[in-house]
Nanobody, 121 residues
Framework: QVQLVESGGGLVQAGGSLRLSCAASGSIFSIDAMGWYRQAPGKQRELVAVIRSGGSTNYADSVKGRFTISRDNAKNTVYLQMNSLKPEDTAVYYC???????????????WGQGTQVTVSS
C-alpha cells in the first residue's frame, strides 16, 4: 500500500506564508511527477503546481511568483512554499504523486487526504 500524508495547513492573514509538506510512504519503487492541487468551496479541483522527477516545474498563473514547489527524492516528500497569500488562496490543498510500485509497473496517481488553508483578509 501507498500513503500520502500532508501537513502544514492552517489559518494565516493575507500577506502571510505557509509551507505544506507531503510525504509518500509504503511500497514505492519510484515517483514520477508530484504536485499540489486545491479545491475551494463550490469550485472544481485545480492544479496549483507540479514538479517532475527531473526537477522541472509548472505553476498555475494565479500563483506564479508567490508559490514555490520543491521535492526531496530521498524522503519521497514534496513541499509547497506559499508566500504573499491572498484570501482567494483559501481552499483544501491536496497532494498528488505518480508512483511506480515496481520497476515494471506503470505510474499511478495517489492522493493525500487534503489539508485546509484559510487566508483571512
Amino acid at each position: 500500500q501507498v500513503q500520502l500524508v500532508e501537513s502544514g495547513g492552517g489559518l494565516v492573514q493575507a500577506g502571510g506564508s505557509l509551507r505544506l509538506s507531503c510525504a509518500a510512504s509504503g511500497s514505492i519503487f519510484s515517483i514520477d511527477a508530484m504536485g499540489w492541487y486545491r479545491q475551494a468551496p463550490g469550485k472544481q479541483r485545480e492544479l496549483v503546481a507540479v514538479i517532475r522527477s527531473g526537477g522541472s516545474t509548472n505553476y498555475a498563473d494565479s500563483v506564479k511568483g508567490r508559490f514555490t514547489i520543491s521535492r526531496d527524492n530521498a524522503k519521497n516528500t514534496v513541499y509547497l512554499q506559499m508566500n504573499s497569500l491572498k484570501p482567494e488562496d483559501t481552499a483544501v490543498y491536496y497532494c498528488n504523486a505518480q508512483i511506480r510500485r515496481t520497476k515494471w509497473s506503470g505510474a499511478y496517481d495517489h492522493w493525500g487526504q487534503g489539508t485546509q488553508v484559510t487566508v483571512s483578509s
